[in-house]
């Protein structure tokens, strides 16, 4: 007898297994689920007359993916919320079973089994807000809880759970399923646990914080596919909407990923930045850091939450979950301003010119972070090499930081994934600039060898693009050189800029490179804030 059977609800166990097949084959008649036929109404959502599949094939296999597991030791929810609420449901009797937490932590463990009747058994962190394993087994050994919720990094107060004390109150306890919830997994460096969930150690993942699809409700849980099928019993038969399930497989596609861990690594950084000039507010007594929040302790958390609230910044304070502080998210640039405002923190206002694009063709899809304010990071994959080096030359020379991805269908021919990358790049570009304040109009000169190569920039809103130069060789290094002049046209089009080229020389790799240089060359002194930030380089006051 598996575990799950042992420590289920019987009456959950007696029902008939959950019927999740897949989608019908292509061609198969529908009139199985009093659908309607019609296409929606709704502009971009013709399927979603259809229900969705009631555990997405192509969604659940990508998420085993990432996490590094078997589909069928995944149960995608809507959002680890459901994923919490699933699992207390097949377990817990009302009036009989309980669960156990370790206080202050995640306000929805208890309040979920509160709902289905069920007990709350409390073990505490220690007075330092640290973990201790065996005082959270002295705690709950007696009451057997059927869950043992362990939320590393803890919400709200950050304290990791380190992996040797999951396991090692997984071993104690072996008639509990532990439950790790790792929602700020990606936030914490640490190894994820997802790859031994087997037996009586569940854990539960989020696409709402490292991946930025909180309004989409994506979640999961990952666990013995005994336990799952007793998860796919209680949850209802179409828990995913449509939409959702696309935006999921959108924002996981391989392109897209370099640029969230490059948003993971900036929000650590944020984190951290907050940290050091919140540490020189006197009322605030301690800070601790985890996930993408910080948790402010002062004596009264209360008046601190309500104070920032005036001053319209919403903090979360849970008087009874979390009474010793206030939490508070890691926010955008502006945001954290905002924040700092209230503490008197008056933060000189860092440019702020950065752009994110996401280009999906059916020939085509690429993600691009810039930001004409950092010279770092540049991660850049176009699915070709050369012009990898060229991008990287131009970020680089013109100092500022790109991740691009491009997965392209490169088996026809480059064209398409080197027009459209220099298209989406030519919009990172314009969007980054806003409304152009403090920048000029540059042009830059440069050898390379025997070649000599020139760019011209102006950012006029007029695109115009004009190349002057001839090559000897169709290609050079996997970038046809026919595509050379096609890519500065791509990107005055996009960018909204007059780019005029001129290139002379003998060896067409000198020449191509010197081109993507100077062009590098000549953004760098466009795009570079000049002494006044509120002034137009043009009489017209507008470009
Ligand atoms: N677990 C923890 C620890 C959380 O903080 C949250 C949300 N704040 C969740 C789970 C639920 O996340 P979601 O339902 O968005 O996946």
Redesign the pocket.
């Known amino acids: 007898m598996t575990l799950a059977a042992r420590l289920a609800r019987p009456e959950i166990l007696a029902l008939p297994p959950a019927d999740i097949a897949g989608a019908p084959l292509p061609g198969t008649v529908r009139l199985d689920a009093n659908e309607n036929p019609f296409a929606s109404l709704v502009a971009g959502q013709t399927g979603i007359n259809r229900y969705p599949e009631p555990q997405p094939a192509a969604l659940r296999q990508r998420l085993a993916d990432l996490y590094g597991v078997a589909p069928a030791s995944l149960w995608v929810a809507r959002?680890?919320?459901d994923a919490i609420d699933l699992l207390i449901r097949a377990f817990c009797r009302p009036a009989v079973d309980c669960i156990a937490i370790v206080e202050p932590t995640?306000s929805?463990y208890a309040q979920f089994a509160r709902v289905q009747g069920a007990g709350v058994i409390t073990a505490r962190l220690t007075a330092g807000l640290m973990f201790d394993a065996d005082a959270v087994l002295a705690a709950v050994a007696d009451a057997a809880p059927k869950l043992l919720f362990l939320?590393t990094p803890n919400?709200p107060t950050g304290t990791p759970v380190a992996a040797a004390d999951v396991r090692c109150i997984a071993a104690a306890l072996p008639d509990t399923l532990v439950v790790a919830?790792e929602?700020y997994g990606e936030f914490s460096g640490a190894p994820s646990l997802a790859s031994e969930a087997t037996d009586n150690l569940v854990v539960?993942r989020?696409l709402?914080k490292a991946y930025g699809l909180?309004g989409a409700?994506i979640?999961c849980a990952i666990a013995d596919p005994s336990i799952i099928e007793l998860i796919a019993k209680v949850s209802p038969p179409y828990p995913l909407p449509t939409p959702s399930i696309a935006a999921a497989l959108d924002a996981l596609g391989p392109e897209r990923m370099p640029i969230h861990a490059e948003r993971v690594a900036r929000l650590l950084a944020d984190r951290d930045r907050l940290a050091a000039a919140l540490a020189t507010v006197a009322e605030i007594e301690r800070i601790r850091v985890g996930g993408n929040f910080l948790f402010l302790e002062v004596a009264d958390p209360a008046d601190l939450a309500r104070r920032l609230a005036a001053a319209a910044v919403r903090v979360r304070f849970r008087a009874n979950a979390a009474p010793g502080g206030v939490r508070v998210t890691v926010g955008s640039e502006v945001d954290n301003r905002a924040l700092l405002a209230v503490f008197g923190l008056g933060a000189p206002s860092p440019p702020n010119r950065r752009a994110d694009v996401v280009r999906d063709t059916k020939e085509t899809r690429i993600a691009l972070s810039v930001d004409l304010d950092r010279a770092e990071p540049r991660h850049i994959d176009s699915g070709i090499p050369f012009f990898d080096h060229m991008l990287d030359q131009v970020a680089a020379h013109a100092g500022f930081s790109l991740t691009l991805a491009c997965s392209g269908d490169l088996g026809i021919d480059p064209h398409h994934s080197i027009e459209d990358v220099a298209i989406a790049l030519g919009q990172g570009l314009r969007q980054a600039l806003g409304d152009k304040r403090g920048i000029g109009r540059f042009g830059f000169a440069l050898p390379m060898d025997e070649t000599r190569a020139e760019v011209l920039i102006d950012l006029s809103g007029r695109p115009f693009a004009k190349f002057n130069g001839s090559f000897s060789t169709a290609a050079v290094g996997g970038l046809p050189t026919d595509m050379v002049p096609h890519i500065f046209r791509s990107l005055a089009d996009s960018m909204g800029a007059a780019i005029h080229v001129s290139v002379a020389g003998d060896n067409d790799h000198h020449q191509v490179e010197a081109c993507f240089k100077a062009f590098g060359r000549a953004l760098r002194s466009a795009v570079a804030l000049e002494g006044k930030r509120d002034s137009l380089p043009s009489t017209k006051g507008v470009l």
Do not use: H, P
């Open positions: 959002g680890s919320d995640f929805a939320c919400n919830d929602a539960l989020t709402s909180a409700r979640g």
